[in-house]
């Protein structure tokens, strides 16, 4: 099984900061790599797929990039709606997982 | 507009069994992946099964293997998901998604519907 391994686990931050999520791969996933968000409460969304590509509909100010199976997303500006827990998530190999989760602050 | 909705959940011993229900909406249902996602209680998300469009193909994680059936009629455009044998552990709200195709990700999500396990 692929594991996801996400940190940090929770970040504080204010708003206007430039938060950064790192999720690493056990293993080698290509691009195939999305990131969610869920508010407490709610559904998660798709925010991100194929590790760099922006969900329709998704602010500019969220941004995915890979290197090798190290995947990072970065929310340019927080902005007071962004506070919530991320997740990253592979589809290249059943069975599909996701990391554990960043709650921001 | 894209809607998934799901239906079923409820309390149940252990041991018991349970069928839930996803009604899609506003999509062509018989051309998409669909899947089930589940989150215990203030935990993080674990994907449960996915199945093929035809329902020709399934995939489960392995502690459902046995215990769970995904299933799917194109003509209701609905999605199921048969639990047996459960176990406290299966407590969670369970989510139904759309796998948006090219990119393999989960691009809608239904409200959920928990599901608890006690006696």
């Known amino acids: 099984d692929i594991q996801m391994t996400q940190s940090p686990s929770s970040v504080s931050a204010s708003v206007g900061d430039r938060v950064t999520i790192t999720c690493r791969a056990s293993q080698g996933i290509s691009s195939w790599l999305a990131w969610y968000q869920q508010k407490p409460g709610k559904v998660p969304k798709l925010l991100i797929y194929g590790a760099s590509s922006l969900q329709s509909g998704v602010p500019s100010r969220f941004s995915g990039s890979a290197s090798g199976t190290d995947f990072t997303l970065t929310i340019s500006s927080l902005q007071p709606e962004d506070f919530a827990t991320y997740y990253c998530?592979?589809?290249?190999?059943?069975?599909?997982?996701f990391g554990g989760g960043t709650k921001v602050e | 507009e894209v809607k998934l909705v799901e239906s079923g959940g409820g309390l149940v011993q252990p041991g018991g069994s349970l069928r839930l229900s996803c009604a899609a909406s506003g999509f062509t249902f018989s051309s998409f992946w669909m899947s089930w996602v589940r989150q215990a209680p203030g935990k993080g998300l674990e994907w449960v099964a996915n199945?093929?469009?035809?329902?020709?193909?399934?995939y489960y994680v392995d502690s459902v293997k046995g215990r769970f059936t995904i299933s799917r009629d194109n003509a209701k455009n609905s999605l199921y998901l048969q639990m047996n044998s459960l176990r406290a552990e299966d407590t969670a709200v369970y989510f139904c998604e759309r796998i948006d195709t090219p990119s393999r990700s989960f691009d809608y999500w239904g409200q959920g519907t928990l599901v608890t396990v006690s006696s």
């Open positions: 998530q592979q589809s290249s190999s059943y069975p599909l997982t």
């Open positions: 199945i093929k469009p035809d329902g020709s193909e399934k």
